[in-house]
Nanobody, 131 residues
Framework: QSHLVESGGCLVPPGRSLNPSCVAT????????IVWFRQPPGKEREGFSC????????YYGDSVKGRFTISRDNAKLTAYLQMNSLEPEDTAVYYC????????????????????????WGKGTLVTVSS
């Protein structure tokens, strides 16, 4: 059963914007922090943005800081990612994940190695930035 489904990835030229989303099914997002990961071709998966379910605090990796914005709407069971000023280096499969934050920092939750009992993932959406 699919708990999270990403959508909104596509081919765009450099400098454009995208707004992928992550919709939960049978999963109350209010209990989980949301993490956006990405995996470029031939590279490791990177957790680049997270948003807390406790207080809405956010974390951004240096590679996206100032260009990307994460948000969530618990009532709609949806998380969003506003991606501006896209660069070819942003080309990757983008995944969302839902994780219990407990007493960890939101930055720690973004680490691919973080685990606290459960970890829900989507199957990803492909973003290609190319002219």
């Amino acid at each position: 059963q699919s708990h999270l489904v990403e959508s909104g990835g596509c081919l765009v030229p450099p400098g454009r914007s995208l707004n992928p989303s992550c919709v939960a099914t049978r999963l109350p997002l209010v209990y989980y922090a949301i993490v956006w990961f990405r995996q470029p071709p031939g590279k490791e998966r990177e957790g680049f943005s997270c948003i807390s379910n406790h207080d809405g605090s956010t974390y951004y990796g240096d590679s996206v800081k100032g260009r990307f914005t994460i948000s969530r709407d618990n009532a709609k069971l949806t998380a969003y990612l506003q991606m501006n000023s896209l660069e070819p280096e942003d080309t990757a499969v983008y995944y969302c994940a839902a994780r219990p934050q407990r007493d960890a920092t939101i930055q720690a939750v973004c680490d691919p190695g973080y685990y606290y009992g459960v970890d829900y993932w989507g199957k990803g959406t492909l973003v290609t930035v190319s002219s």
